[in-house]
């Protein structure tokens, strides 16, 4: 990939990113319930990488993907949210989220194509420790459904703007459009591996 595509792939990333870089963790903000579960998402550069990339994949991937992919991650994700919110334990959370954002990305870089249903899976996979930790972080003070309804709400935003990203990408290049998505998965990837071992 050229120089060009990355700064194309960086440009495009920053457009559709809010301007933090901080996880999601307790403390950033003191707004409760409804404002505190749709900043949790979008404030947190694993959960915006992640969901944004499965908007882009789903955009790759056209057709049914187009919703099934954003559909099954918000799903999974609520279905983690009660587990975490119930105290239910899943191992490795953090590193799931981490590990979210490296194959993400990477699928997206590989312009990977496997069947739609074991994307499916894999999206639902991740969905469930972003998904925990919503849960688990939810501030004692906020009612249960308005956080939980902002968290499903950031999420839904953040799978359109990785949609609208694809798209815009795909318009404003035709010609070098696939590259420059390829780029981006692999901006992201590079990130996730950052998160992963600490350095970001």
């Given at each position: 990939?050229?120089?060009?595509?990355?700064?194309r792939a960086?440009?495009?990333?920053?457009l559709?990113?809010?301007p933090s870089a901080?996880?999601?963790?307790?403390?950033?903000?003191?707004?409760?319930?409804l404002?505190?579960?749709f900043?949790?998402?979008?404030?947190?550069?694993?959960?915006?990488l992640a969901m944004?990339?499965v908007?882009v994949?789903a955009?790759?991937?056209?057709?049914?993907a187009?919703?099934?992919l954003?559909?099954?991650?918000?799903?999974?994700?609520?279905l983690?949210?009660?587990?975490?919110?119930?105290?239910?334990?899943?191992?490795?959370?953090?590193?799931?989220?981490?590990l979210?954002?490296?194959?993400?990305?990477?699928?997206?870089?590989?312009?990977?194509r496997?069947k739609l249903?074991?994307?499916i899976g894999?999206?639902?996979?991740f969905?469930?420790f972003?998904?925990?930790?919503h849960?688990?972080?939810?501030p004692?003070d906020?009612?249960?459904?308005?956080?939980g309804l902002?968290f499903?709400?950031g999420t839904?935003l953040?799978?359109?703007?990785?949609i609208a990203?694809?798209?815009l990408?795909?318009?404003?290049?035709?010609?070098?459009g696939a590259?420059v998505t390829?780029?981006a998965?692999a901006?992201v990837g590079?990130?996730g591996i950052?998160?992963?071992t600490?350095?970001?």
């Amino acid at each position: 990939m050229s120089v060009a595509s990355f700064r194309r792939a960086g440009l495009a990333l920053a457009l559709v990113l809010p301007p933090s870089a901080a996880f999601a963790h307790p403390g950033h903000f003191d707004a409760t319930g409804l404002a505190y579960g749709f900043a949790h998402p979008v404030t947190g550069l694993d959960h915006v990488l992640a969901m944004v990339m499965v908007g882009v994949l789903a955009w790759q991937l056209g057709g049914r993907a187009l919703w099934l992919l954003p559909a099954t991650f918000v799903a999974a994700m609520a279905l983690g949210g009660v587990l975490g919110v119930a105290g239910a334990a899943i191992p490795f959370v953090e590193t799931g989220i981490a590990l979210s954002v490296v194959v993400l990305g990477a699928v997206v870089a590989l312009g990977m194509r496997a069947k739609l249903a074991a994307t499916i899976g894999l999206v639902g996979l991740f969905a469930v420790f972003h998904g925990h930790a919503h849960g688990v972080e939810m501030p004692g003070d906020a009612g249960g459904l308005a956080y939980g309804l902002g968290f499903v709400l950031g999420t839904a935003l953040l799978h359109l703007a990785g949609i609208a990203a694809g798209f815009l990408i795909g318009r404003l290049a035709d010609r070098n459009g696939a590259a420059v998505t390829r780029a981006a998965g692999a901006v992201v990837g590079v990130t996730g591996i950052g998160i992963l071992t600490g350095l970001i």
